[in-house]
């Protein structure tokens, strides 16, 4: 089984404009084949599908699409989403559940946020060939977007092991584990900008592959992070962007991204493979000239958690073999 990973997704603002005049596949340009190769397709949406909705006060970025963006993701054929993240509320909790209730009519399953406490915690689940993969998500972003026993929101965890919320969060996986065949764990956590990860969060990530699961899939910092394998399971500690209208950092690079496509054998993670991508004209298209320098940049990334990645021409992708790095 093949489960393709992509980081922040946001189509509104300037690529919204843009998609109501173009097909819905226009927002991933040539990575349409990669993506749609997936058994299992996977990001975190930064944007809330509704037509209505007023600005949440006090925040200075505000992201919708019109509710006809969702088939761009169906024809990208995305099948887990995060709606753990700091953009979910931007409309106020009314268009929140307006988007959450047409990614569910649509059959896209969605994890992190929802009408209550309860909601948000659950998990989204989904069946490939036998083989059940089940996702919990939370943010550690906007902690006044917390969801109540009663009220809309996402699911707020610290990330801290000392605090309830987080350990709540291991015990979920240790019990999804006994559920589900493969489990993984979506996390916006941390600030925009940095490739160093902060000791917090591997601190965090090891005790969830301790507890079970099998792959973290970080998101928010608006660039790449390195990948670190432990335990034989893939730490994706900062996924980027995927595709958006944000201006460019000349030195982050916020720009470029990749396709994490994870391979398994069964439900256990085998190997997996990073292909270069970058953001041009309000679109996600795979890297061109660049694409060896940017992966030569991810080696080190990865080298500095310990993980070994190689440049693989002839596919165009870095490869880490996930068995070499287990115990």
């Keep these: 089984m093949e489960i393709a990973f992509v980081g922040?997704?946001?189509?509104?603002?300037?690529?919204?404009?843009?998609?109501r005049r173009r097909p819905p596949e226009f927002p991933w340009g040539d990575t349409l084949p990669l993506l749609r190769g997936a058994d299992v397709l996977v990001g975190n949406l930064e944007f809330v599908l509704a037509r209505d909705g007023r600005p949440w006060p006090g925040k200075v970025f505000h992201f919708r699409?019109?509710?006809?963006?969702v088939a761009c993701l169906e024809a990208a054929g995305f099948d887990l989403v995060s709606v753990a993240n700091?953009?979910?509320l931007d409309f106020g909790a009314d268009a929140a559940l307006e988007s959450l209730g047409i990614l569910e009519a649509r059959g896209i399953r969605f994890a992190g946020a929802g009408p209550d406490a309860a909601s948000a915690r659950r998990p989204a689940v989904i069946d490939r060939d036998g083989v059940t993969v089940a996702m919990?998500?939370?943010t550690d972003n906007e902690p006044g977007w917390e969801a109540g026993a009663d009220s809309a929101g996402v699911r707020h965890v610290p990330v801290d092991l000392g605090d309830s919320r987080a350990t709540a969060v291991v015990d979920d996986v240790r019990e999804l584990r006994e559920a589900a065949d493969l489990v993984v764990v979506s996390a916006h956590w941390g600030g925009n900008w940095g490739v160093d990860v902060p000791t917090s969060h591997r601190r965090f990530a090891h005790a969830l592959v301790d507890a079970g699961a099998d792959v973290v899939f970080g998101h928010?910092?608006?660039?790449?992070?390195?990948?670190?394998?432990?335990?034989?399971r893939p730490i994706l500690y900062g996924a980027g962007d995927f595709v958006d209208d944000y201006a460019v950092d000349p030195v982050e690079r916020n720009d470029r991204a990749f396709v994490f496509r994870l391979r398994t054998d069964g439900p256990v993670p085998a190997r997996l493979f990073l292909h270069p991508t970058e953001i041009v004209g309000f679109q996600a298209r795979m890297a061109g000239r660049d694409a060896p320098e940017f992966a030569q940049e991810m080696t080190r990334r990865c080298a500095a958690l310990g993980t070994r990645a190689v440049w693989d021409e002839g596919h165009r992708c870095l490869t880490i073999d996930l068995v070499d790095h287990a115990e």
């Excluded at 922040?8 to 998609?19: I, K, N, P, Q, S």
């Excluded at 699409?65 to 963006?69: S, V």
């Excluded at 928010?220 to 034989?232: A, F, L, N, Q, T």
Aim: overall charge negative; hydrophobic content about 45%; charged content about 25%.
């Design 220 to 232: 928010s910092p608006h660039i790449v992070r390195g990948v670190e394998v432990y335990r034989g």
């Design 65 to 69: 699409a019109d509710p006809e963006a």
């Design 8 to 19: 922040d997704v946001m189509l509104g603002r300037l690529v919204a404009e843009e998609l």
């Design 136 to 138: 919990l998500a939370f």
């Design 86 to 88: 700091n953009h979910v």
